[in-house]
């Protein structure tokens, strides 16, 4: 058999770039696809091949996918990676950025998944790994979209994995905890932007400090780390079903499998004490 082919979306920075180097370094033939083209040119050192990809655009997605079918006749393995973070208040937000939130996150994902699915019956194997997050199974003040987005990631994957199953196809999903890279920074600014003044500002300050902490953070993993886990599912005869991933994720969900509600919610906000603006309100508390 030639080289298998893998495909990893949202490859400019972070998870998807360090996943994108990895698997080639395993011997796959990579496809790496972001709208920042130019972020990703150092991977062609790695041997991997970029292309421009927006995920929430339908002739790119078609456009990328089918030029890798032209030139391969298959896709192996899908690491649908694109996402942001985006963060504020419900009662704050546009809708159409939360609309944008689920394009991104979610449509898009589940758009390249229909896009590789037909080869990969054909073949009777392949691979999807979604990237979601510890934020698929707890929450934040002020991320009501973000967490709704990876909550579906979830669910959608569960789906997924049982209806393939007869085809060959295995499903994975990767559940990062705090990664060190400007994912963190990126969300903190548009939640300020959106919630740093007004009503929910002391909550603001405080949680927009612990997002934009997790870069070179001690309490926050190396993109790398992340990027084994996804090469584990992307070789292992038997993959896992979910990759909690990275310092504390496995700890913080199993306090959130075992504490009742209102005593996570308590955990959760001592957490957030640690950092500047930790004199804002708890989640539940006025701010006026």
């Given at each position: 058999?030639?080289?298998?082919?893998?495909?990893?979306?949202?490859?400019?920075?972070?998870?998807?770039?360090?996943a994108?180097?990895?698997?080639a370094a395993?011997g796959?033939?990579?496809?790496?696809?972001?709208?920042?083209?130019?972020?990703?040119?150092?991977?062609?050192?790695d041997?991997?091949?970029?292309?421009?990809?927006?995920?929430?655009?339908?002739?790119?997605?078609?456009a990328?996918?089918g030029?890798?079918?032209?030139?391969?006749?298959?896709?192996d393995v899908?690491?649908?990676?694109a996402?942001?973070?985006?963060?504020?208040?419900?009662?704050?937000?546009?809708?159409a950025?939360?609309?944008?939130?689920?394009?991104?996150?979610?449509?898009?994902?589940?758009?390249?998944?229909?896009?590789?699915?037909?080869?990969m019956?054909?073949?009777?194997?392949?691979?999807i790994?979604?990237?979601?997050?510890?934020?698929?199974?707890?929450?934040?003040?002020?991320?009501?979209?973000?967490?709704?987005?990876?909550?579906a990631?979830?669910g959608?994957?569960?789906?997924?994995?049982?209806?393939?199953?007869?085809?060959?196809?295995?499903?994975?999903?990767?559940?990062?905890?705090?990664t060190?890279?400007?994912w963190?920074?990126?969300a903190?600014?548009?939640?300020l932007?959106?919630?740093?003044?007004?009503?929910y500002a002391?909550q603001?300050?405080?949680?927009?400090?612990?997002?934009?902490?997790?870069?070179?953070?001690?309490?926050?993993s190396?993109?790398?780390?992340?990027?084994?886990?996804?090469?584990?599912?992307?070789?292992?005869?038997?993959?896992?079903?979910?990759?909690?991933?990275?310092?504390?994720?496995?700890?913080?969900?199993?306090?959130?499998?075992?504490?009742?509600?209102?005593?996570?919610?308590?955990?959760?906000?001592?957490?957030?004490?640690?950092?500047?603006?930790?004199?804002?309100p708890?989640?539940?508390?006025?701010?006026?």
């Amino acid at each position: 058999m030639n080289q298998p082919v893998a495909f990893v979306t949202g490859a400019s920075t972070g998870i998807g770039f360090e996943a994108a180097r990895k698997l080639a370094a395993h011997g796959f033939t990579v496809y790496a696809g972001a709208r920042r083209v130019e972020k990703m040119e150092p991977l062609r050192a790695d041997g991997v091949r970029i292309l421009a990809l927006d995920v929430t655009d339908e002739a790119s997605l078609e456009a990328a996918v089918g030029e890798v079918l032209a030139a391969h006749g298959r896709i192996d393995v899908l690491v649908n990676n694109a996402g942001y973070g985006s963060y504020g208040s419900l009662e704050e937000v546009e809708p159409a950025e939360g609309r944008r939130q689920f394009a991104v996150n979610l449509f898009g994902l589940a758009r390249m998944t229909q896009l590789v699915l037909p080869g990969m019956r054909s073949a009777g194997r392949g691979r999807i790994i979604n990237i979601s997050s510890i934020g698929g199974k707890m929450y934040e003040p002020l991320g009501a979209w973000y967490h709704a987005t990876k909550f579906a990631v979830e669910g959608l994957s569960d789906s997924l994995r049982v209806e393939l199953k007869p085809h060959g196809i295995d499903v994975s999903i990767i559940e990062p905890g705090g990664t060190q890279s400007e994912w963190g920074a990126i969300a903190a600014e548009g939640l300020l932007a959106n919630s740093g003044a007004g009503p929910y500002a002391a909550q603001a300050k405080v949680v927009a400090a612990a997002l934009a902490s997790t870069d070179g953070s001690a309490l926050s993993s190396h993109p790398a780390v992340i990027a084994d886990a996804i090469v584990h599912a992307a070789t292992s005869p038997k993959p896992k079903t979910r990759y909690p991933v990275g310092k504390g994720a496995g700890a913080i969900l199993l306090l959130r499998r075992l504490l009742p509600d209102r005593a996570f919610d308590a955990v959760l906000w001592n957490i957030y004490k640690r950092f500047p603006g930790q004199q804002g309100p708890r989640p539940g508390q006025g701010t006026n």
